[in-house]
Every structure is written in structure tokens, then in C-alpha cells.
């Protein structure tokens, strides 16, 4: 059965501090990789992905996150973050051929920049 | 483009009554798909269409839960009768391919039985 694990419900950042959201995966074969952000009362919005190529893909809003094969994770970075990045965030991976359901979240992280 | 587009945004209602949820895929997207999300067990797969055929619905909690996709542009997830257990926030979500492509969320329909 295919996972993705983000071990930390919530992480705590000082403004313009560097961040990182932690994401494993447990899926079979060269899995696509997602991170997506919700803010209070909104959808999931895109942020990046990865598919082959670069290990380090950025994203949108100044993220960007390493994709580490031998190691099953893929964290997302930011250099310096901004009160607004408080969110929270889901990982998610596909495992290529399959399906929707192919597609699995993880539980989400909740991000909280302090002034 | 608009983007995914879920109505009604929030909607409060009686159990047993019956809810009615839309979605309008973003236009030239093949595959559609509906989750909820709730605290207790974050976000799950209901049902997908592809090229408006509903592909899997296993996720579907129960016979009291049914998605229909009459065309490309449009789907609806009923629950009839609604149970208080029933209250989170439905997302619908469409892309243009299901392997690879980017899932584009809506904002949400906020659920309430009461």
C-alpha cells in the first residue's frame, strides 16, 4: 500500500527564519511529487511539482522543495518566511498508471510564521 | 480561466434532509474528482469521473452518497438523507489527464448538518 507520511502536525517558524515541511513517500516506482497549501476557509492551491529532471523544484510564493530518491522525501524549503506563509500544508504523491486513486495526501502540516 | 467553480459555498441544513453540491470543472479538463475533508480523517477520495464516467467510487462513504456528471462541464454530489456525520467541507477538483497532471481544487462547499 502506498503512503505519504508528514511527521509533523505542526511547525513553528520566526519570521525570516528558513522553514521546512517534512514529507516521506512510500510508493512504487518513480512516484510524482506535490505540494499543495490551504489557508483558513480556502481550497487546496497548487504550489509545485516534480516529475523527473532537477531534484530541487521551485514553486510559487518563493517555495521549493528537494526530491530525495534514496531517502523517499521530498520537504518543502523556503529561504525566508513571511507571516502569510502561516497554512497548512499537504504532500502528496502519484504513482504513475495509477489512476485517481493513484493519488494519495498526506495529513497535512500546519505552518505558523510568529512575528 | 476561473478556475474550479463549487456552489453553494456553505450551506446549513437539517438532517434528513436532502444536500445538493455543484461543481463546474475548469473548461477543457477530462477527469473530475470529489473529496471532503474533516479533522478527524483529513482528506479522502469520494469518487473521479474520467471523460464524465465515473471511474471509482469506492470512497463513497455509503448508498446515501451518490455523483453524477451529466457533461464536461458540470457535476453534482447528492446525499440523501443527511446525517450530522455527515458535516465537512466537500472540495471538487478537476485536471486535464489523471497520471501526472496537476488536480486543481475549488474553494469548497462548507456543510453543516444540524
Known amino acids: 500500500a502506498q503512503s505519504v507520511a508528514q511527521p509533523e502536525d505542526q511547525v513553528n517558524v520566526a519570521e525570516g527564519n528558513p522553514l521546512t515541511v517534512k514529507c516521506t513517500y512510500s510508493v512504487s516506482g518513480n512516484p510524482y511529487l506535490f505540494w499543495y497549501v490551504q489557508y483558513p476557509n480556502r481550497g487546496l492551491q497548487f504550489l509545485l511539482k516534480?516529475?523527473?529532471?532537477?531534484?530541487l523544484v521551485k514553486g510559487s510564493y518563493g517555495f521549493e522543495a528537494e526530491f530525495n530518491k534514496s531517502q523517499t522525501s521530498f520537504h518543502l524549503k523556503k529561504p525566508s518566511a513571511l507571516v502569510s506563509d502561516s497554512a497548512l500544508y499537504f504532500c502528496a504523491a502519484h504513482r504513475p498508471g495509477g489512476g485517481a486513486d493513484g493519488l494519495t495526501f498526506g495529513k497535512g502540516t500546519h505552518l505558523i510564521i510568529q512575528p | 480561466d476561473a478556475g474550479v467553480i463549487q456552489s453553494p459555498r456553505h450551506e446549513v441544513t437539517e438532517m434528513g434532509q436532502e444536500v445538493t453540491l455543484r461543481c463546474k470543472p475548469i473548461s477543457g479538463h477530462n477527469s473530475l474528482f470529489w473529496y471532503r475533508q474533516t479533522m478527524m480523517r483529513g482528506l479522502e477520495l469520494l469518487i473521479y469521473?474520467?471523460?464524465?464516467?465515473?471511474?471509482?467510487d469506492s470512497g463513497m462513504p455509503e448508498d446515501r452518497f451518490s455523483a453524477k456528471m451529466p457533461n464536461a462541464s458540470f457535476s453534482t454530489l447528492k446525499i440523501q438523507p443527511s446525517e450530522p456525520r455527515d458535516s465537512a467541507v466537500y472540495f471538487c477538483?478537476?485536471?486535464?489527464?489523471?497520471?501526472?497532471?496537476?488536480?486543481?481544487f475549488g474553494e469548497g462547499s462548507w456543510l453543516t448538518v444540524v
Open positions: 469521473f474520467n471523460n464524465n464516467v465515473p471511474i471509482d
Open positions: 516534480y516529475i523527473t529532471g532537477d531534484n
Open positions: 477538483a478537476s485536471s486535464l489527464v489523471i497520471s501526472g497532471n496537476t488536480i486543481y
